[in-house]
């Protein structure tokens, strides 16, 4: 794998379950992701500022995909609320 300094920063969260989100929708859509957390900042419970900060990182070559997936004005991006999401029953 190659080293974290060859990534680039698509999405960063305080929320580990919205970081895991973001990165399958990027890995759904073929965008091998990372995600970086500071060591030892869950351990010690802190989901507040940069030590807890959760980061979605991505190659530079796909970084550009990553923001256009990733934009709230495309219509294919993460809702910022669950009030637009359409449940179907089936």
Same mark, same amino acid.
């Given at each position: *794998?190659?080293?974290?300094?060859? @990534? *680039? /920063? +698509? @999405?960063?969260?305080?929320? $580990? %379950?919205?970081?895991?989100? /973001? ?10 992701? !990372? ?8 351990? *010690?419970? =802190? ?8 980061? /979605? ?10 923001? +256009? =997936?990733?934009? $709230?004005?495309? $219509?294919?991006? !993460? $809702? %910022? ?10």
């Amino acid at each position: *794998m190659q080293g974290r300094s060859e @990534w *680039m /920063v +698509a @999405w960063v969260t305080n929320a $580990p %379950q919205e970081a895991q989100i /973001v990165a399958g929708k990027l890995q759904f859509e073929g965008i091998q992701t !990372l995600l970086h957390r500071q060591a030892g900042a869950s351990a *010690m419970g =802190i989901h507040i500022g940069q030590l807890g900060e959760v980061r /979605v990182l991505v190659h530079p070559s796909d970084y550009e995909v990553a923001l +256009a =997936i990733l934009n $709230p004005g495309n $219509p294919s991006s !993460l $809702p %910022q609320d669950g009030s637009n999401i359409i449940f179907e029953d089936k």
